[in-house]
């Protein structure tokens, strides 16, 4: 039987191309966009794409109990990873909307860019929105084939930081260091869009479905 | 306030998509010229084309027809959208005789080039931006950002930007009402004027809209309302005259 993956649908976004660029990468995985906690649970391996303004990405997680999924598969040793504010999410506390309480998968942090300053004192562009380097902090099996400082497309006006340093798979400097992935086990996060990053992205796609944690 | 009607062109006919999807379209007329003529009879006076091929190309597919409903109307504001993506095609549309080109996608995906279009064709560079409850969109499948789209848009503010044509696709067309809290929000944070796109169903939505024009809402872009005639182009135009002085 071939492999499942599933991609977590909050039925609010088009996810018409997440199952495109996973299949066009994929080698025999059945890709299903589902919401529905028990298919998340049933999956071989999970793609956790985020939605929006943390608070209602949190507060749709808990309603819907994927954040229980979520968390039963992170458990249960499958590969799980969290694209952009699905890797917010995955940390313990954001600061937007005056503080929300996340899943704490991670011990980090989410911040807004535009209170940091950066290295020459100036007040930070938000939102960071482009290409922008990913520095690997370690050598893993999601940056197989990935060169060193290889360029990765962002959109986002949060970041993680207060992440231990073996969980900082890569770094990203805008103004500030920030974890653009971050690893821990079976899971692997990226603040990037692996879908919009090109060939790179799609090699680190194709490292997911291979990846034996 | 303008009330714009929307020509959506796909293969050389005028369509609606339903939230955005290709293969979801219902054909209105196989004669845009027409169409365009027939909403500047009832009281247009600014056109918004988009060419859908071109939005999924990459480039335009449908120029032929856009330069015939410029020629049809010399002194018609026209702005287009879909597929901007080089200075080459943004000539190739001046030329033909629009006035604004609306970049969407590659605003997002390659913020630089909005600020070189602008300094290359200045006062001819309009920005698009999507958000679902205030929070930018992409095309991309983690698809909405935690970017609050103020933020954006005041960076093409900098970049200087003509307007920024704001739509919530939670609602374009689905006929659900216009996000008037949200369009205001951003009119509100910005001294570049914004259009309103999405969401427009009726008189009232109009009358909604016109209550928060002057707070620097310049236009709202009608689509599925007007070919489906929940609303009446006319008359929404003269209720907007009435409400509003511009």
Redesign the interface.
Known sequence: MSEVVA?IDYG???????GK?LEKVASGQQIVITGDPAQVRAADRVVF??????R?CIAVLRETGLDQAILDVIAAGKPVLG????M?ALMARSE?NNGVECLGVFDGQVTFF?ELQSDTGGRL???H??WNQVQQGMAHPMWAGIADNTRF?F????CVTGLADEEVAGRCEYGLSFAAAATRKNVFAVQF?P??SADAGLTLLENFLRWRP | MLLIPAIDLKDGKCVRLK???MEDDTVFSDDPVAVASHWVERGARRLHLVDLNGAFAGEPVNGDIVKAIAKAHPDLPIQIGGGIRSPEIIQAYLDAGVQWVIIGTKA?????FVKEMCQQFPGHIIVGLDA?????????????????VI??AK?FENDGVSAIVYTDI?RDGMLQGVNVDATVRLAQSMSIPVIASGGITNLDDVRHLCAVADQGISGAITGRAIYENTLDFGEGQALSDELTSA
């Open positions: 991609v609010m976004g088009n996810l018409h191309s997440a660029a794409p985020g939605v929006g303004a943390i209602d694209i952009c504010v699905g917010q937007e535009g562009k938000v939102p929105m482009g497309y959109v986002h006006s949060y869009h879908e919009k | 939230q955005g999807r997002v995906n390659e913020p630089p679902k409850d205030g929070k930018v969109a992409t095309d991309g499948w983690a698809n909405v950002t935690d970017v609050d933020d954006l960076q939670s």
